[in-house]
């Protein structure tokens, strides 16, 4: 088998769509398919029922040709080219988010008499993988920018906002729900009503240790939507939280160096070919991992960075490119017999690691197999 290799296993993404709709019955799930857009994952959450959710014209195109209705599409990048606007629109998107003047220029525009729904800055309460602070506007620029819209002829329809991915605090979503029903009061004075309310994405999955139960997060969802002015639609946009754990991603060792007392064992897959989340959290992403003896090599052992009992030597498990940046973790407790040819297991690799993947230095992106009903197909 030619490795760098994602097995995606759709099982286990239908048991998280469906652990995510128990858990919070009255709101809708839209898969951030940026995330991991593989197509056979893309269709199986749609056979699921699941909704979706779009950043780009291409992923919409991507949706269309397997007959997702864009009336049920939410274009939720708050910034968009406005072709690509347009092109939504035309198609049948009736849903954008939004949070500036230019945009609304451009919807006005490209999208006449759609539905908006404002993206609202919260407080940040420290994601694992930093992903926000770029999007998102006050409550009282929220509110303006929504009659704003109603004045020129858009659909006020509602409210975004994104805490942040890998959240490993449920209360992160209190505050940001309060912050909705105070927009709700502002709103009503001028009489406007919303109907949506998009928790977006931010939950979080397991690397090598357990994140708090979905449970404490659906209490605390629930709790906040349950006490808003009025019932608002109310969705969510999860991209890892339903692809990551799903994802194993098989890699071959191409060689091992002892360098100033460490050991490196360099993999064929590396930061810029699958595991771009290292660089961005540095290295503090603790992909499980596994190593599995080839004939050639003596490795016996299976362990887990910083999850194993016995201890064993610490090796930096690095990629396949010259440049330093590459590496995916420091100081992995695994076999030092690991040895060129062996294979490790990455778990928890299925959410923004091939979709991100460049072939920098000539290393291609991850090939992706596919695994249903406990086959690989
Ligand atoms: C608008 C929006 N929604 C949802 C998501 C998915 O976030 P996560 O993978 O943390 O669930 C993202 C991720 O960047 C996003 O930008």
């Known amino acids: 088998m030619n490795t760098p290799r994602l097995v995606m296993d759709l099982d ?52 269309l040709t397997i007959g997702v209705p864009a009336a049920g599409i939410l274009f939720s990048n708050p910034v968009k080219p406005e072709t690509h606007i347009a092109k ?9 988010a939004f949070d500036s003047t230019d945009e609304l220029d451009k919807l006005v525009r490209a999208a006449p008499g759609a539905s908006v729904y404002v993206r609202l800055a919260v407080p940040d309460l420290h994601s694992e993988v930093p992903s926000e602070g770029k999007f998102g506007v006050d409550l009282g620029t929220a509110a303006q920018l929504l009659l704003a819209a109603r004045d020129r002829g858009l659909d006020p329809h509602g409210v975004t906002f994104h805490v942040g991915s890998q959240m490993l ?5 209190a505050q940001p729900l309060e912050m909705v029903g105070e927009l709700m009061d502002k709103l009503a004075a001028e009489d406007v009503r919303l109907s949506l309310v998009d928790l977006g994405g931010g939950f979080p999955v397991r690397y090598t240790s357990d994140p708090p139960p979905l449970a404490e997060y659906a209490a605390v969802i629930n709790a906040g939507l349950a006490a808003l002015r009025y019932p608002v639609q109310a969705v969510i946009e999860p991209g890892r939280a339903l692809v990551a754990e799903a994802g194993t991603l098989v890699a071959t060792v191409i060689g091992v160096a002892d360098r100033m007392g460490k050991r490196w064992v360099h993999l064929d897959v590396g930061a810029f070919n699958g595991f771009m989340e290292s660089l961005e959290t540095g290295n503090q992403l603790r992909f499980p991992v596994d190593c ?36 995916i973790l420091f100081d992995v407790e695994l076999s030092r017999d690991l040895a060129t040819g062996d294979r490790v297991h990455l778990g928890s690799a299925g959410a923004y690691t091939t979709v991100y993947a460049s072939s920098f ?17």
């Open 88 to 96: 939504a629109h035309a198609a049948g998107v009736l849903r954008f």
């Open 292 to 327: 599995e003896a080839t004939q050639a090599s003596s490795v016996q052992t299976r362990s887990a960075a910083g999850g194993s009992s016995t201890r064993r030597p610490r090796v930096n498990l690095t990629g396949p490119t010259c440049d330093s940046q590459d590496t």
């Open 169 to 173: 605090h449920p209360r992160a979503w």
């Open 12 to 63: 286990r993404v239908g048991a998280a769509y469906r652990a995510m709709r128990a858990a919070m019955p009255d709101v809708a799930v839209h898969y951030a398919m940026k995330c991991n857009p593989h197509p056979r994952v893309v269709e199986h959450l749609k056979g699921l029922g699941c909704g979706f959710e779009i950043a780009s014209a291409n992923e919409l195109e991507q949706l």
């Open 361 to 377: 230095n000539g290393f291609e992106p991850p090939l992706v197999d596919i695994q249903e009903n406990g086959e690989r197909q």
